[in-house]
């Protein structure tokens, strides 16, 4: 019974979150700056996944339960609480990120950590990282004074960011 409360109630915070703090569109246009976040189709795919998994792993441990597969009763809620939790905080980062470009400036909330600003005139270089991409855009790291300073992460529309930064001489590769 605690296996099916646990399992349930992240997807269900998760879902109530989504519904309360529904930002609509991913890219908002505002007079003095554009804020770029994960799109809520990605974010709503992964709270949709999570309620789907809970569910399974509440049918899947109750068949085991009564027999149906011999298979020891807490091995199968630790494995399907185990992909809740990683998926929660997958989410809870997801909907973190985001960028935040001004005229001059742009701040980056990234996955973990505190947000960072940078000035665009200070930025030495933009390059690409990882990976070239298979059907999307690429991340891409900005750099100032020899360090990296941020991320753009290919999850939000790195070729509109790049626009609006309008710094191509610092694009390296």
Not at 6 to 25: K, N, Q, T, W, Y
Not at 115 to 137: K, L, N, Q
């Amino acid at each position: 019974m605690l296996f099916a409360t646990v399992s349930m109630s992240l997807p269900i915070v998760a879902a109530l979150m989504e519904h309360f703090d529904d930002a609509g569109m991913p890219e908002r246009h505002h007079s003095h700056h554009d804020t770029y976040m994960v799109s809520g189709a990605l974010s709503r795919s992964v709270v949709a996944s999570m309620a789907f998994v809970a569910i399974m792993g509440i049918v899947l441990s109750w068949l085991c339960g009564i027999g149906v597969f011999d298979v020891a009763e807490d091995i199968v809620p630790g494995f399907f609480l185990s992909f809740l939790v990683a998926s929660f905080c997958m989410w809870v980062m997801m909907r973190r990120y985001r960028v935040v470009t001004y005229d001059d400036r742009m701040a980056v909330t990234p996955l973990v950590g505190p947000t960072a600003e940078v000035r665009y005139r200070d930025i030495t270089s933009i390059r690409r990282m990882g990976p070239p991409p298979v059907g999307g855009g690429a991340s891409v790291g900005v750099w100032s004074d020899g360090r990296r300073v941020a991320t753009i992460w290919s999850m939000v529309d790195v070729e509109q960011i790049l626009m609006r930064i309008d710094r191509f001489d610092a694009l390296v590769g």
